[in-house]
């Protein structure tokens, strides 16, 4: 069994309203479906996504299967706003994990707290089957440290794309 991590496509970004109430990008369409026929999703697998429209967005257009929703795989909650200093914000929220790295930012321990346990249960539930999860990409990081008991990949966090796909496999869990 493989845990399948995906990364939503690119966001409609709007400054004016919080990024987990951001759309997906309809210019960023073609890269999910060039991800759905690559070949790097398994064709059958339990599919869940978080609740951000973006993730859900980007679960729909990858599977005609049912997806499961699941509020514990929302992202790292941030206060509404862009940050010129956002990745910097970011390194420093998993350099500091009980304390949020800007106001209005969850501490990324809060973060882990939620969506480890969701992501166990689930993992638990279906054992053999591979699982697709939808979703984001600093929850993804903290998520596939805390599974493999690694430091968090920042160098892999800072490269993902919209879309892009982390594989898990049972081996490293």
Known sequence: MTLFLV???RSLVDPDRPAS???L???GFDAVWELRG???LPARA?????PEPKAQQTAQLLTDGDVGIVDELREHERAAGLLDDFPDR???AFAEPAEPA???WEPLAATRERLLPAVRRIL???GDDDVVMVGHGTAWTLLVAALTGREPDLVRWASLGMPDVIEVPAALR
């Open 7 to 9: 990364r939503h496509g």
């Open 21 to 23: 109430e951001w759309d």
């Open 25 to 27: 990008d309809p210019a």
């Open 38 to 40: 690559s070949g790097r």
């Open 46 to 50: 339990a599919w869940f996504c978080s």
């Open 90 to 92: 970011v390194r420093a």
């Open 102 to 104: 800007a106001p209005g």
């Open 124 to 126: 638990d539930v279906h």
